[in-house]
């Protein structure tokens, strides 16, 4: 496999000689000195049976084969190139098209070359270059963005594929040089890091990285671990990390950005990480770089006034991180976005006193007590204390609990407060206030707080208890600040919990234990009826339920989330690929790459589609077609309103409807 491709890769000309290393300058000389308009992009599938006559270009024009073969017009008759070939031919090129047993498919992008003032355009004769890329799948990729910005029929998007177009040349062209000018001892440890340092932005896993240099993971790793000692995925962690403090330290980028910009679609995830492999989070170590734009009270009331390591401190911390590969947490995309006002925190002091000082004015310091004067009710302080329970939280903080809580907040968790017939005083929300769609009958007219629930915002709810998901929203100082606010509770003390110990958790927080126990009854009760009958009409199938972004397939763990459901709960059987990425994955949703995706088999798919591409968009990707459930139809698909991300007796009973709905008769 590996001499045919050597074999392959050289580059041809119209004379049947090499593409040499000044013809390709010139090209590139011309499009420097040029300007280039995208004419047309086109994405052509033909049958087996269906012949595609001989076309000449009308312009510039790059050709990517996806199936079938091109004939290049040279004095070889026998100079033919396969599947996963790149072309490159000028005006007038006469592209002559073979089918394989799968037809054809190519994707053909036209573009225009306009000279510039004072630079001759370089012409070339009707010729075509072309050339085995070294990572096909990652032209394939840039190439979908651009097919998708072109189509799309917004002017901002034409531009789009103005800037898709650019960086896809310069990728075919960035693997054409890298080919010529290779050297016999550029080995592959060189070639994956000079790739992580190219592409550490990108969804990459070690699958990926082994599969572009046609290698097995375990050999990759083994080489890798011997010339630098460290493992592939440590070094991209490291290179991120670096990139993420360079971020940190230069710009006013939010987290949520520079977490992007460095790799990490979930922002949560990327804190994390950042504060295992720095030793602090990414807010700490920006305000330790700027120490002048925060408080300086280094009282233990100040939230950033604690931060006291220097610069040479935190590089120096040690290299310990692990990582989940390209994690995805269960909600929408940009979640937990933090709030990047450098004075918030000294505006929550300010509000914080004063509330203490008219709960002082008024003898009483509860923060129950305190908003029970706000609502009008003529509680007094012995009254409240009698009403108050003691419980423990996950971390063993003693929390004084009311007897029956008013105003909750509880993020992450309304699907519980809910289903316990408890509306909270605020739902949390992303960017321009995404909520949980699919709660919204019940929850329309609550106000939304941002998903990381800034100090001085929980504050202006005037809350009298507080409920966090987990250890991880109270990190560092926070807990001390929210529970000076309201009694606060934390449920777990992991990343993903139990959710059916978590709804019966919440029950005892907010004194509805039978509730709980009533909506937890009621929906295995659900789950079983409708496990029976899928046993009666479809027997034992596989199943998958996949996140689609514009970028990205995420693969749903088989023990959280939508996974518990399918697998747990209504009896799916695991599709090997599922299982194999589960057996590392601790979060919900795990990046699934081409390769994998391609071997998914699974009898029937759910895609929940949170960036509006539809199913048949989706699945006309080749990748797909070789799916059991897109060859028999067995493929349903769910918009950003659906439950689908989400967990607990509602989010899972609607999933069970969806599932029936689609599977059932």
Not at 512 to 525: F, I, P, R
Request: aromatic share 8%.
């Amino acid at each position: 496999m590996k001499q045919e491709r050597k074999k392959r890769t050289g580059s041809q000309t119209g004379t049947g000689k090499k593409y040499e290393a000044d013809e390709l300058n010139k090209l590139l000389s011309a499009w420097l000195h040029s300007s280039i308009r995208v004419m047309d992009v086109r994405h052509i599938r033909l049958e087996r049976e269906e012949r595609l006559q001989p076309y000449r270009l009308p312009a510039q024009a790059f050709v990517f084969v996806l199936q079938g073969s091109v004939r290049l017009p040279t004095e070889d008759q026998d100079d033919t190139r396969h599947s996963w070939y790149v072309l490159h031919g000028s005006k007038g090129l006469e592209l002559n098209m073979t089918a394989s047993e799968r037809g054809i498919e190519y994707i053909l992008v036209l573009y225009k070359v306009a000279s510039l003032s004072g630079h001759a355009v370089y012409n070339l004769p009707p010729v075509a270059h072309g050339f085995v890329p070294t990572y096909p799948v990652m032209l394939y990729q840039k190439l979908q963005l651009l097919e998708q910005a072109w189509h799309d029929k917004d002017t901002l998007s034409k531009v789009q594929a103005q800037g898709r177009f650019y960086d896809f040349a310069y990728e075919c062209m960035r693997q054409l040089q890298e080919q010529k000018v290779r050297m016999p001892s550029r080995d592959m440890v060189t070639q994956a890091i000079q790739f992580m340092q190219t592409h550490y932005a990108e969804s990459i896993t070690l699958e990926r990285l082994a599969g572009l240099l046609e290698c097995s993971p375990r050999h990759l790793t083994r080489l890798f671990k011997k010339q630098t000692d460290c493992s592939p995925i440590m070094f991209l962690i490291q290179l991120r990390m670096d990139k993420a403090k360079e971020l940190l330290r230069k710009t006013d980028a939010t987290l949520q950005d520079i977490a992007v910009g460095v790799g990490y679609p979930d922002v949560y995830f990327f804190s994390r990480a950042f504060k295992k492999y720095i030793g602090v989070s990414p807010v700490h170590y920006r305000a330790s770089l700027h120490p002048s734009l925060f408080s300086r009270d280094k009282s233990p009331d100040n939230p950033l006034g604690r931060s006291g390591c220097s610069i040479d401190s935190i590089s120096g911390a040690p290299h310990t991180v692990t990582e989940d590969n390209n994690h995805y947490q269960n909600y929408d995309e940009g979640i937990l976005r933090m709030n990047r006002n450098k004075r918030h925190s000294m505006a929550f002091i300010v509000l914080l006193s004063f509330t203490l000082l008219v709960s002082a004015c008024s003898g009483t310091s509860s923060p129950a007590a305190t908003d029970g004067a706000a609502t009008g009710t003529n509680n007094t302080s012995a009254e409240q204390t009698s009403q108050e329970r003691v419980l423990k939280d996950a971390l063993g903080h003693e929390v004084k609990v009311p007897a029956q809580p008013q105003r909750v907040i509880a993020s992450y968790l309304e699907d519980h407060l809910v289903a316990l017939g408890v509306k909270p005083v605020a739902q949390w929300s992303v960017g321009k206030n995404s909520v949980q769609g699919y709660l919204q009958k019940e929850l329309k007219d609550v106000p939304t707080i941002a998903s990381d629930l800034p100090f001085e915002a929980v504050l202006n709810f005037k809350p009298d208890l507080i409920i966090m998901d987990s250890a991880s929203m109270v990190e560092g100082d926070k807990y001390n600040q929210y529970s000076k606010i309201a009694p606060t509770y934390v449920v777990g003390s992991n990343l993903n919990n139990d959710w059916r110990q978590e709804l019966l958790t919440i029950g005892e927080v907010l004194n509805k234990s039978s509730e709980a126990k009533q909506a937890l009854s009621n929906y295995d009760k659900k789950a079983a009826e409708a496990k029976a009958k899928l046993s009666q009409t479809v027997g034992q199938k596989t199943a998958a339920s996949l996140w689609v972004t514009d970028k990205n397939v995420y693969v749903v763990n088989q023990n959280l989330s939508s996974g518990d459901v399918l697998y747990n709960d209504l009896g799916f059987k695991v599709p090997q690929v599922v299982q194999e990425i589960s057996k590392t994955g601790k979060v919900n949703w795990s990046n699934l790459s081409l390769e994998k995706l391609a071997q998914l088999d699974a009898d029937y798919i759910f895609i929940v589609n949170s960036k509006g591409v539809s199913k048949d968009e989706i699945i006309k990707d080749p990748v797909w077609e070789g799916i059991p459930a897109v060859k028999e139809g067995h493929i349903y698909d769910f918009g950003k309103d659906s439950s689908w991300l989400y967990t607990g007796t509602i989010a899972n009973g609607q999933m069970i409807d969806d599932v029936l709905k689609s599977v059932t008769p």
